[in-house]
């Protein structure tokens, strides 16, 4: 006779995420350790990318962005909880998380997370609406743009040494990749 065998997969919520120590994400309750930290060149990218996000935003006051701050899916689960390298939210963000879906999230990639980034990520981030996704690979210095186009993503470019306007609703900001890559003096 042949054992059944059955496999635990945990079901965290939100409130478990909260006793926590350390930086974890939660993806359809599954908890991830965000250890160890980015390396410095993933730091530095995402200091760049974060900069240059809050420049081109300095004239829009519907939109604001964000460096590494946790989005909670409030939804029926309440099992989802991610935290973007960068990200832009073009919505009221009056509590100590990300709330309503943001209009823009860039992920980087590392060794540890690209898998998540690829795939679970993109799955999720298209469901909620994420108007654009962008996958950073800084080994080959490379960033993938994903727009959503009637609740599908659709990849309108690699960038590298170009640029990219993001309609963002009330504001257009054109991202120019070709600085987010400078991580020497």
Known sequence: ???????????????DYL??????ELIDGVPYSMSPSPTKKHQLVSANVGIQLNELLKNCS????FIALDWRINDEHDNNVFCPDNSVVCKPVTGDYIETT??????????STAGKDKEAKYIIYQHHGVKYYVIIDIESSTAEIFVLESGKYKNVTE????????DLGK???????????????
Request: charge should be negative; hydrophobic fraction near 35%; proline fraction near 5%.
């Open 1 to 15: 006779m042949e054992k059944l065998r059955i496999e635990f997969r945990p079901n965290y919520k939100f409130e």
């Open 171 to 185: 504001c257009r900001i054109n991202f120019d990749f070709r600085s987010i890559w400078k991580t020497e003096k």
């Open 62 to 65: 519907e939109c604001q962005a």
């Open 159 to 166: 960038e590298n040494n170009g640029s990219f306007t993001f």
């Open 19 to 24: 006793a926590w120590e350390g930086k974890w």
């Open 102 to 111: 943001p209009e823009l999230i860039f992920e980087i990639l590392s060794p």
